[in-house]
């Protein structure tokens, strides 16, 4: 795929990564691994791991989210993407984050101030949708299409590019983990607007609706509860 | 071009603007008080401001009366407002722009006061002190306006239309919002160029906007510059442009909004009504079974929901 990213390639070709990972445009590390000649090869997953799970996004999982047998299931799970959309937007299911979400989803310029500040992006050879714009801008334009009143007729002045289907939500659900909520972004943001808060939103949408989530590292070694097994979830036993 | 036409369009608009501004200003405010996720600095910190500290520092802040700073909170606001700071620190290209374009709208905003207050004088038979200054003086004021406002959007529109950077970011409804205020911006100096006396003929349009005065003539460049002016306005607040309003609530009560939760107080009154509310979230670890409100889910035991 073109290194040109658009926001809308988000939801097509499911079956190739949006993107690749090249060591080489990374920032380089320092001594002993500044040659990546002799810098440990990453870990590829499995065949197996491939066939059961998507990883369509960087050819990096952080949830493993399940490809849909067929086009029921598939709707299945995007219906409950959007009723979770819903609720993120209610007062009832989330008056915690409200204002400060809403104000981030429609007052952001694009001006791309926060790019500049952030390590992952920077760090992460400036690949386009490392940007914390890119995982705002797309979920922006699926809540402006799917959960507002009126969306779908303001949709072509808003972007309406952004196909709502499974490829998307998984590529969004993985690019809400290339981010780790430093929230530098929200720092120098002229506006104010918090992209760091969206990532959170997003990772709050995909648990607290979906059930799919990443506990943080320090409980992944705890014991895996069987009715999650296979989901990619955890559990912390007590 | 006639006048009634004009005023009547005029007020049709600024009725639209007046309405949707009122309403969107309204929903940010009513949104429920939020939790506060800490992000340094918080400018009105006395003495810790600087290095992005808190009162959160001090031993039993509790017990300690809070002190704040409400100058450097207005030096902040002003160097932001004024000269967008925060762009000036981290976006320099952008900034080289965007100062020109939000300086010109401001120099425009004191132009249209000045206008709008002499016009009530005049209405009012008051003395104008400083009028013929204002002659001479608004037509340049007025033009440096629309001059910096329209280098300003031309280059915001360039850059969003060839930018690899923000061309991602950027939807139809940027270039719309961009080219209109260049419409503006440009019929503004076209009307300031040939217009004679463009001060006076402005006051008049005010005193027959309050007088609800429909006779006349206004100069064709003068009344399709107001038409245009009309019409942004009109649109300004059902875009993202309603940002200037959307940042005292960005700033205000979200990033710098540190009062901490007083027990007894009106913020604990209104959480303890918000955690009344059901959840409907339907992912099986939170347990919500649709009769459960945010302090059952939030007070259950983890163990209990996996049995």
């Given at each position: 795929?073109?290194?040109?990213?658009?926001?809308?390639?988000?939801?097509?070709?499911?079956?190739?990564?949006?993107?690749?990972?090249?060591?080489?445009?990374?920032?380089?590390?320092?001594?002993?691994?500044?040659?990546?000649?002799?810098?440990?090869?990453?870990?590829?997953?499995?065949?197996?791991?491939?066939?059961?799970?998507?990883?369509?996004?960087?050819?990096?999982?952080?949830?493993?989210?399940?490809?849909?047998?067929?086009?029921?299931?598939?709707?299945?799970?995007?219906?409950?993407?959007?009723?979770g959309l819903k609720k993120l937007l209610s007062k009832e299911n989330n008056w915690t984050f409200l204002q400060p979400l809403m104000l981030s989803l429609e007052y952001c310029?694009?001006?791309?101030?926060?790019?500049?500040?952030?390590?992952?992006?920077?760090?992460?050879?400036?690949?386009?949708?490392?940007?914390?714009?890119?995982r705002s801008?797309?979920f922006r334009?699926?809540v402006?299409?799917?959960a507002?009143?009126?969306?779908?007729?303001?949709?072509?002045?808003?972007?309406?590019?952004?196909?709502?289907?499974?490829?998307?939500?998984?590529?969004?659900?993985?690019?809400a983990?290339?981010c780790?909520l430093?929230r530098?972004c929200a720092?120098?943001c002229?506006?104010g607007v918090d992209n760091g808060l969206i990532t959170h939103e997003i990772r709050k949408l995909f648990s607290q609706e979906?059930?799919?989530?990443?506990?943080?590292?320090?409980?992944?070694?705890?014991?895996?509860?069987?009715?999650?097994?296979?989901?990619?979830?955890?559990?912390?036993?007590? | 071009?006639?006048?009634?036409?004009?005023?009547?369009?005029?007020?049709?608009?600024?009725?639209?603007?007046?309405?949707?501004?009122?309403?969107?200003?309204?929903r940010i405010?009513k949104y429920p008080v939020h939790l506060r996720w800490e992000l340094?600095?918080?400018?009105?910190?006395?003495?810790?401001?600087?290095?992005?500290?808190?009162?959160?520092?001090?031993?039993?802040?509790?017990?300690?009366?809070?002190?704040?700073?409400?100058?450097?909170?207005?030096?902040?606001?002003?160097?932001?407002?004024?000269?967008?700071?925060?762009?000036?620190?981290?976006?320099?290209?952008?900034?080289?722009?965007?100062?020109?374009?939000?300086?010109?709208?401001?120099?425009?905003?004191?132009?249209?006061?000045?206008?709008?207050?002499?016009?009530?004088?005049?209405?009012?038979?008051?003395?104008?002190?400083?009028?013929?200054?204002?002659?001479?003086?608004?037509?340049?004021?007025?033009?440096?306006?629309?001059?910096?406002?329209?280098?300003?959007?031309?280059?915001?529109?360039?850059?969003?239309?060839?930018?690899?950077?923000?061309?991602?970011?950027?939807?139809?409804?940027?270039?719309?919002?961009?080219?209109?205020?260049?419409?503006?911006?440009?019929?503004?100096?076209?009307?300031?160029?040939?217009?004679?006396?463009?001060?006076?003929?402005?006051?008049?349009?005010?005193?027959?906007?309050?007088?609800?005065?429909?006779?006349?003539?206004?100069?064709?460049?003068?009344?399709?510059?107001?038409?245009?002016?009309?019409?942004?306005?009109?649109?300004?607040?059902?875009?993202?442009?309603?940002?200037?309003?959307a940042?005292?609530f960005t700033?205000?009560e979200v990033r710098?909004d540190d009062?901490?939760l007083?027990?007894?107080?009106?913020m604990?009154?209104e959480i303890?009504?918000l955690l009344?509310q059901?959840v409907?979230w339907?992912?099986?670890?939170l347990?919500?079974?649709?009769?459960?409100?945010w302090?059952?889910i939030a007070?259950?035991?983890?163990?209990?929901?996996?049995?």
């Open positions: 795929m073109s290194e040109k990213i658009r926001v809308k390639d988000i939801g097509k070709n499911p079956d190739q990564n949006l993107t690749t990972v090249d060591p080489a445009k990374l920032i380089p590390l320092p001594p002993p691994y500044d040659k990546i000649e002799d810098q440990p090869e990453w870990k590829k997953l499995s065949e197996g791991a491939l066939e059961s799970m998507v990883c369509n996004l960087d050819g990096f999982v952080a949830l493993s989210l399940p490809k849909p047998e067929n086009k029921k299931e598939e709707k299945k799970y995007v219906d409950q993407f959007v009723e310029v694009g001006c791309q101030t926060c790019s500049d500040a952030c390590h992952i992006y920077e760090a992460g050879g400036e690949n386009e949708i490392y940007r914390p714009t890119y801008e797309a334009r699926l402006n299409r799917y507002k009143p009126g969306g779908k007729f303001t949709a072509a002045l808003n972007g309406a590019d952004v196909d709502l289907n499974w490829t998307t939500i998984t590529r969004l659900a993985e690019l983990y290339r780790n430093c530098r720092q120098v002229p506006i979906l059930g799919r989530y990443r506990p943080p590292a320090r409980c992944r070694f705890f014991h895996r509860d069987e009715r999650y097994r296979g989901k990619g979830q955890h559990r912390i036993h007590r | 071009m006639s006048a009634s036409v004009v005023i009547l369009l005029l007020y049709f608009l600024l009725a639209i603007m007046v309405v949707t501004f009122t309403v969107r200003t309204i405010a340094s600095p918080v400018p009105h910190e006395k003495g810790r401001g600087a290095y992005g500290g808190s009162y959160l520092e001090e031993f039993e802040w509790w017990k300690k009366p809070r002190e704040k700073s409400l100058v450097n909170e207005l030096i902040y606001m002003f160097k932001e407002i004024v000269f967008l700071k925060a762009l000036w620190e981290h976006n320099r290209k952008m900034w080289y722009f965007s100062f020109p374009f939000h300086f010109g709208l401001y120099i425009l905003f004191v132009m249209a006061v000045v206008v709008v207050l002499g016009g009530i004088s005049g209405l009012l038979n008051l003395p104008q002190p400083g009028l013929g200054l204002l002659r001479t003086g608004a037509p340049l004021l007025a033009g440096t306006g629309y001059i910096l406002g329209g280098i300003g959007a031309l280059g915001l529109f360039v850059g969003r239309l060839f930018s690899q950077r923000l061309k991602p970011v950027t939807t139809p409804a940027s270039f719309i919002n961009l080219a209109l205020l260049l419409t503006f911006f440009i019929s503004g100096v076209y009307a300031v160029a040939v217009v004679s006396d463009f001060p006076h003929e402005m006051a008049v349009v005010v005193q027959n906007l309050i007088t609800v005065n429909l006779s006349g003539e206004i100069a064709a460049p003068l009344a399709i510059h107001l038409i245009v002016a009309g019409v942004f306005l009109a649109y300004l607040p059902f875009t993202q442009m309603m940002h200037f309003v940042k005292y700033y205000h710098w009062e901490p007083e027990v007894g107080g009106k604990e009154a303890q009504e009344q059901t409907t339907a992912a099986p670890h347990g919500a079974d649709g009769k459960k409100n302090v059952d007070t259950a035991s983890p163990s209990e929901e996996i049995e």
